[in-house]
């Protein structure tokens, strides 16, 4: 079956513009994360979705970062007034809801020039 | 809060030879302990797990880890290396006590290199 697939593949912005990037997770797997990737390092954590619960949005780094789903389907992420500083690769995983493995997606190279 | 270190930002080692990647962790509660591997532009995969039972987990590829609660380590190891499983490999833990979901956190990640 299809997995975890993520768009733009990869996106250059100017600093200060608004980006939205887009996660489209396995079907039925009710929990989506979004993780970030900085050059060298480990994955952190921004926000979680489990079904019509709040979302956990302990890892978003600044009110610049906001993101949304819609039910238990697409997810966006989006960054308002980009700096140069946001650019990462950005992941976004799936998992069923009771399941402890995340599925991940290959990621959104952000570059902000 | 739980944290995750990988000592070693390389491994190189032979192909024939085993190989260790190490994990250490810190938690609170039970840890659930989990590798990925990540190839050049592509997204981390799901290599195995550890919840309870057995220390000693078996999962993808041939890969092996063992659980080792009183030194909280989490290595990954495989008998036989092969230059295809020259990669990027993170560790991760959940804690088991918290009611944050399935959030990971996860270590810096060792890149694994494999040399005829």
Known sequence: GAGVSQSPSNKVTEKGKDVELRCDPISGHTALYWYRQRL???LEFLI???GNSAPDKSGLPSDRFSAERTGESVSTLTIQRTQQEDSAVYLCASSLARSYEQYFGPGTRLTVT | AQ???QPE???NVAEGNPLTVKCTYSVSG???LFWYVQYPNRGLQFLLKYITGDNLVKGSYGFEAEFNKSQTSFHLKKPSALVSDSALYFCAVRDGLTGGGNK????TGTQLKVEL
């Open chain 1, 40 to 42: 060298g390092q480990g």
């Open chain 1, 48 to 50: 979680y979705f489990q």
């Open chain 2, 3 to 5: 944290s995750v270190a």
């Open chain 2, 9 to 11: 930002d390389q491994v």
């Open chain 2, 30 to 32: 039970n840890p659930y």
């Open chain 2, 104 to 107: 990971l956190t996860f270590g």
